[in-house]
């Protein structure tokens, strides 16, 4: 078995010598317990946040998809996947009485997912799109008619929020990266507006698209893009604000922009959330979005990159916008 160990915070981006990539042997399985080996993992956004509350020395936190390969649970039966936030490991021996580790998201069988990838359930098929459907709808409330915009638009949740938008009616203004992402967002998944961050004038271009102003914004980056937006809103507009990316490599405190003027003048509601708010609804979103799959009404992209060994370039990679959809890791 391997496991990558996370030895210290980065500090600015990550580097390789943060992490050690270590054999280890497992203890044969008890009652009660289940070997599990890893098929896909994740990167997400999130390990970068927690490394600075993660002690030093231990395994890497994640979800993956695994194999269940022995088992002293009846619940979970060898030859069944599952859902586990196991960490960068290739082999994890999990109690049933501690399913719930890492950040918090229990281990479950894998749904049915019909003829499509078990890879989707780290996806749009998973937590992030748990995050889209629930912080988007449950905080933003969009209503037919209404603008909305996205910020990391052409990522994991961001793509998924575009898309919820377009069903919902709504007029969907999308931000990312790279022309590329903009291309697949509006002819493929039918945002009507792209914005480049890196080459273009986000306010400039948000007159254009939103000339009568924005009643919901999904913050996946926080920072000056969003004041950006915060600024252009609508009274009485929701802001969900999932993450703030932009400045989870910060090398120190940094001029952070701030759209307190704007949210108290126009009366904005902004409320923040964790995913795991929804836990006791977990299979009700995963089955909603299986629903828009199967009805062609949700499309989605994985970036995938080969082999366990390569889970920290997969990791920056992502930091770095090389993904397009959800980045994942293939054992
Ligand atoms: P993504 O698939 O969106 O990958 C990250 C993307 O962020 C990159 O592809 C890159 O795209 C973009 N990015 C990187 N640096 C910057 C920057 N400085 N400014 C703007 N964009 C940048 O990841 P996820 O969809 O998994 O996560 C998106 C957000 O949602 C993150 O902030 C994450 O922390 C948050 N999140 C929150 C959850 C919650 O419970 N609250 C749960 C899951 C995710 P580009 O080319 O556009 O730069």
């Not at 915070?9 to 599990?36: A, C, N, Q």
């Not at 509006?186 to 007159?207: A, H, P, S, V």
């Not at 989870?248 to 003048?265: C, D, L």
Request: net charge neutral; aromatic share 10%; charged share 20%.
């Amino acid at each position: 078995a391997k496991k990558w160990v996370f030895v210290q915070p980065s500090k600015g981006f990550p580097k390789i010598s943060d992490f050690k990539l270590e054999e280890e042997k497992l203890r044969p399985i008890e009652d009660g317990e289940f070997l599990v080996e890893a098929v896909y993992l994740s990167v997400d956004p999130y390990m970068r946040a927690y490394m600075y509350r993660l002690p030093k020395n231990t395994t890497m936190i994640g979800g993956q998809i695994a194999k269940i390969i022995e088992s002293k649970a009846s619940e979970f039966p060898v030859g069944k996947y599952v859902y586990s936030s196991s960490g960068w490991r290739s082999h994890t021996i999990i109690n049933t009485k501690q399913l719930s580790d890492g950040i918090g998201l229990p281990t479950i069988l894998l749904p049915d997912f019909g003829n499509l990838p078990l890879s989707l359930g780290l996806g749009v098929l998973g937590m992030p799109g748990n995050t889209a459907y629930f912080g988007f709808l449950e905080l933003c409330k969009p209503k037919q008619g209404e603008t909305v915009v996205v910020s990391g638009a052409a990522g994991a949740v961001g793509s998924h929020v575009v898309q919820i938008a377009k069903i919902k009616g709504c007029t969907v203004i999308g931000i990312a990266g790279s022309d590329e992402k903009g291309k697949w967002l509006t002819e493929e998944l039918g945002l009507d507006y792209f914005i480049n961050y890196k080459t273009q004038n986000i306010e400039e271009e948000l007159k254009k698209a939103a000339p009568n102003g924005i009643d919901c914004y999904f913050d996946n980056v926080g920072g000056e893009i969003s004041t950006t937006i915060i600024n252009q809103m609508n009274t009485f507009g929701r802001v969900s604000i999932c993450g703030s990316i932009s400045g989870y490599n910060a090398t120190e405190t940094q001029k952070v922009s701030s759209p307190y003027f704007a949210i108290v003048g126009k009366q904005l509601t902004l409320e923040g959330f964790l995913v795991t708010r929804w836990n006791d609804k977990w299979l009700e979103g995963i089955d909603a979005n299986l629903k828009w799959i199967q009805a062609g009404k949700l499309k989605y992209r994985e970036t995938i990159t080969e082999g366990f060994d390569n889970m920290f370039t997969a990791f920056t990679d992502m930091l770095q916008g090389k993904n397009t959809g959800k980045a994942i890791v293939k054992v």
